[in-house]
């Protein structure tokens, strides 16, 4: 059996592969950002935030018939990327007649002249996941005075305002409950 001293030598020389895991939570975005990174820097993106944007770059009308695919680099060239954007349907013509605006925007998002060129590539967008709409009902008088009696004994306002707000969230989304007779 190894006596505690060898083991601790050992441990303070593996130190900075001893521990994998962190012991407090960590931020997701933290994590997708090195999860992606590879995927994006294939695709010709240092970072994603062309895509992660595009709405705001190119306008919501357009940005939902388009969607950026890769930026392509030719060797050699000095000059700026060739941006491939796919299309749904029609709507590659009245991208092809803004061509120069969506260059001249996504040049002034990147702040320097980073595309030269557009690549219309026709064919289905991803299905964008649709959320679904919750409606929110008005409280009833029995559930106003039992939410504000739950939350009577918090003594800080900020936080009995809090509670409140989302407690009458909650119960919106709930069906009514009915009476007592």
Do not use: C
Request: glycine share 8%.
């Amino acid at each position: 059996m190894k006596e505690p001293n060898e083991r601790k030598k050992r441990n303070e020389r593996n130190e900075p592969n001893e521990r994998r895991f962190k012991k407090h939570p960590v931020a997701a975005g933290s994590i997708l950002r090195r999860a992606t990174a590879a995927a994006l820097r294939k695709r010709g993106f240092g970072e994603g935030e062309v895509i992660a944007h595009w709405a705001e770059i190119v306008g919501p009308r357009l940005a939902a018939l388009t969607a950026p695919e890769k930026l392509q680099q030719t060797r050699g060239d000095l000059a700026g990327a060739a941006l491939h954007i796919r299309v749904a349907g029609a709507a590659a013509v009245e991208l092809q007649h803004m061509a120069p605006t969506v260059i001249e925007r996504v040049n002034g998002f990147y702040g320097y002249r980073a595309v030269d060129r557009l690549k219309l590539v026709q064919g289905p967008l991803p299905e964008v996941e649709k959320t679904p709409t919750v409606t929110q009902r008005a409280l009833t008088g029995a559930e106003s005075a039992a939410l504000a009696a739950r939350t009577a004994t918090t003594k800080s306002t900020d936080l009995r305002q809090a509670l409140e707000r989302l407690g009458s969230s909650v119960l919106g989304r709930r069906e009514p409950t009915p009476p007592d007779d």
